[in-house]
């Protein structure tokens, strides 16, 4: 039997230390590992990011929708046709003028 001299035993020190890795451990992995704090900032910047390239795109399809439905046989807007025909085919009236 090991003498009892008031001081911790070497059991004791083991569980502090074992106790101290095991805190260690579980700190680093809430901050760093796979689930931690630092990967739900990126994943947060990155749901920001797509965010706001869904909004870019979801504002151009509105804008080809509408550009589609003004040159649809239901509705024909002539000054849009006539611009993108001669945008297309580079013509130009008589009386215009062209700077390139």
Not at 25 to 48: C, I, K, N, P, S
Not at 51 to 57: F, G, H, I, N, Y
Request: hydrophobic share 50%; charged share 25%; no cysteine.
């Amino acid at each position: 039997m090991a003498p009892h001299g008031g001081g911790p035993g070497l059991g004791w020190i083991a569980f502090g230390a074992v106790g101290l890795v095991l805190a260690a451990h579980f700190t680093f992995a809430a901050v760093r590992g796979d689930y931690g704090m630092h990967r739900r900032a990126q994943a947060e910047a990155q749901l920001a990011e797509a965010s706001a390239r869904l909004a870019e795109l979801r504002a151009e399809e509105a804008r080809v929708r509408l550009l589609t439905q003004r040159l649809s046989d239901e509705y024909l807007d002539l000054d849009l046709l006539d611009a993108r025909a001669r945008a297309v085919l580079g013509y130009v009236r008589p009386d215009e003028l062209t700077l390139r």
